[in-house]
């Protein structure tokens, strides 16, 4: 698989394209400044993403719109939306795209 760089330390998988637009970061991005220049430099427009209060479990949300009020306990995400973007966190575990 071929990884693409958008900006320092941001990385994408091209062969999504143009179906999906799958990216993460590395070790060079500083992810202690939170989510937003991470949302900015993948260009996903500001309420346009939903996240879930991550837990080791087999808990799947389907999502239509993001709902910012608060955050569900689930491990994944599906959508059918164009233009949502659907965020995850890991650190030694594998995401499934």
């Known amino acids: 698989m071929t990884v693409g760089a958008l900006s ?3 990385y994408h998988f091209p062969e999504f394209l143009p179906l999906a637009f799958a990216c993460f970061s590395g070790r060079e991005h500083d992810a202690t400044r939170g989510l937003d220049p991470f949302l900015e430099a993948v260009r996903v427009r500001p ?3 939903e996240t879930v209060d991550q ?3 087999d808990r799947v949300l389907a999502v239509d719109t993001p709902s910012r009020s ?4 689930a491990d994944g ?6 233009d949502l973007a659907l965020v995850i966190r890991t650190a030694d575990c594998v995401p499934v795209f």
């Open 8 to 10: 320092s330390g941001i």
């Open 47 to 49: 309420g346009r993403f």
């Open 55 to 57: 837990v080791h479990g």
């Open 70 to 73: 608060k955050l569900e306990a």
């Open 77 to 82: 995400l599906v959508t059918k939306e164009k």
